[in-house]
């Protein structure tokens, strides 16, 4: 089995002295989707903060290409929730925002984010600003940005969750079919969710969690073939299962 | 809907609609549609009426069908849909109104735009008429605004890939 990219043992959280997550231990295999699920307040998110390094773990270990983290992590980047794009800026300057960052001169930065617009549909709309893109734009820009900077692992928390179905649906296939695409750098992603349906129909393997404080319950290999249908009856015994073990 | 407005509709839900329609092959009925994808028929509508105005589906009796290109729209690729979809959008009123004012500029003022719209549609739906068609525009790379200077910007043929 080749090393793991990113690798949590026995990691805990704790804020002011609740216990948020306990004991949790798994790796993120180079090239696949691992999908973490369990309900809220099971400290999925927060775990993903840390293997991003925006926030430290209370107790255990998180090595990321085989290092011991500290700080940020810089084999990762983060899409998020509420897209978190700047208003100000155009849709192209947001996606090569972080380039700059990292010390990109500008020319290439914008030459960059116009490429990953382009392959998320979005080339026509480089000079449009946030609000003048619809949600499902939105986060298509927080995804170009994310893979702007070619992290070995892409973080997707809750990604489609502001997303209307229809939105969502058409998302969730950009994403699988752009984690193949040869013209993308990066090929692994970790994606927290509360929908099982989502998890299953995404992830080649499934963290279930559970609550009150955050622990690993099982991970779930989803082994069925690719493409895959959304409610398909392949998925069922898959869905069935992790709701078994979440509740 | 009068004749020649645009459907006020996102296109990513449209390709998620075209993709669910595809689904279920052979006529269905648009309330079990709307059911299924817990929406209201209000939201539905303008979807629905997007696919049509496009010729991607047929819509009689309640009853909805993917038409042969509606069908290719649901299996193609991004790149495949922005073809389609551009050569549909080309040749709607309003579109083919701004691509022939930068026939004649690089730069057409928003407001060059609004005025042809003036006579027969209300201001707050002219807006959004021009707010619809700056996303089908761009979307299609057909061409460009500028925000800042509300004006819509001609782009070269040759950016099309």
Redesign the interface.
Known sequence: MPEPLISLVGVGKRYDGAEVLREVSFDVRPGEMLALVGPSGCGKSTLLRIMAGLIPASSGEVRSNGRLLSGLNPDTAMVFQSFALLPWLKAAENVALPLEAHGVPAPERLRKAEHLL?L??????A???PR?L????RQRVGIARALCQEPRVLLLDEPFSA?????????RD?VI?LLQDPAVATRTAVLVTHSVEEAVYMADRVVAFQANPGRVVEVVPIDAPRPR?WGSPALVPFVDRLYGLMT | MSAGLLPHA????L???I??MA?TPGPDDLFRLADR???QLDDLHP?IEAARLLGWARVAHGDYDLTEEGQRVATS??AG??ALFRERVRGLPIIASILGALAGASAVPRETIRKKLRPRVPPQEAERQL?TA??W??????F????DDACFIR?EED?E?
């Not at chain 2, 996102?10 to 839900?13: D, E, I, K, S, V």
């Not at chain 2, 525009?137 to 057909?142: I, M, S, V």
């Open positions: 382009d998320m549909g979005l080339r026509g709309h000079r449009a600003y003048e619809s949600g499902g734009m997303l209307d179905a229809l939105t969502a649906q058409t998302l950009q079919d249908r | 996102a296109l990513g839900r390709f998620g609609l993709e669910v689904d994808l817990r929406l979807l690729d991004v849909r922005k707010d700056v996303n525009g761009r979307w299609a790379d057909l460009d605004y500028d925000a782009v950016r890939a």
